[in-house]
């Protein structure tokens, strides 16, 4: 089963808990850019997943000065991300699960130089093949460019492979529908129940619940 089941983990929202650290963050970056933000704590939540330079735009910075402030928020960030990061219930399980029943790989939207540092720091790196971040791709998700090619950097060709994603958001859901491969939605993290089922037709508590679908439908068929 293992060679022939590929499991993509998503990770903010879907195995960590680091709201705090990229919220914070995006208020340092406003002071820092002396930028008077109107929103609110939910107005930065809810943008989580997309790209830096896209959730400056939304929240109202003008997009020829939203790398001024990417490079604010990066600088605090790569400071305090291990500090203000924590694991999700259940997410060591998960992981643990998933790479004794699958080759495991992560897609997330946050660069690898702070991805790889926080996995190592939680102790889960050694589980994954491949971290796909941001830099690794020109196209973000809901783009299928990060599943695509972290598939083709785990040398699976074979779109008959048994393949999962799992995320937290539309855009994990969405990229993988764009990918050709089956997805899950969790509700651990920041999309509601109703929007993700509109992308998927599986939504789970969690990773591990996540994992243990995988796993049971696998062993029915």
Request: charged share 25%.
């Amino acid at each position: 089963m293992k060679e022939n089941t590929i499991i993509l983990f998503d990770l903010d929202g879907t195995l960590i808990d680091s709201t705090d650290a990229i919220v914070s963050t995006f208020y340092h970056s406003f002071k820092v850019m002396n930028y008077d933000f109107k929103g609110n704590d939910e107005d930065i939540k809810n943008l989580i997943g997309y790209p830096l330079n896209v959730m400056y735009k939304e929240l109202g910075i003008e997009e020829s000065k939203t790398w001024d402030f990417v490079d604010a928020y990066k600088n605090r960030y790569k400071i305090i991300s291990t500090q203000k990061t924590k694991l999700l219930e259940n997410a060591i399980e998960a992981v643990k699960l998933a790479s004794s029943i699958a080759r495991v790989s992560i897609v997330t939207t946050k660069t690898r130089k702070y991805t790889i540092p926080l996995l190592e720091h939680l102790k889960l790196m050694e589980h994954f093949e491949i971290v796909t971040g941001y830099e690794c791709v020109e196209n973000h998700k809901p783009h299928p460019e990060p599943i695509l090619k972290t598939l083709n950097d785990m040398s699976i060709d074979n779109i008959h492979e048994n393949i999962w994603m799992i995320g937290d958001t539309k855009l994990d859901l969405i990229a993988a529908k764009n990918a050709n491969v089956k997805s899950i939605g969790v509700l651990c993290g920041y999309g509601s129940e109703k929007e993700l089922f509109e992308h998927t037709d599986i939504v789970k508590k969690d990773a591990l619940d996540a994992i243990l679908h995988i796993k049971n439908s696998h062993s029915l068929t």
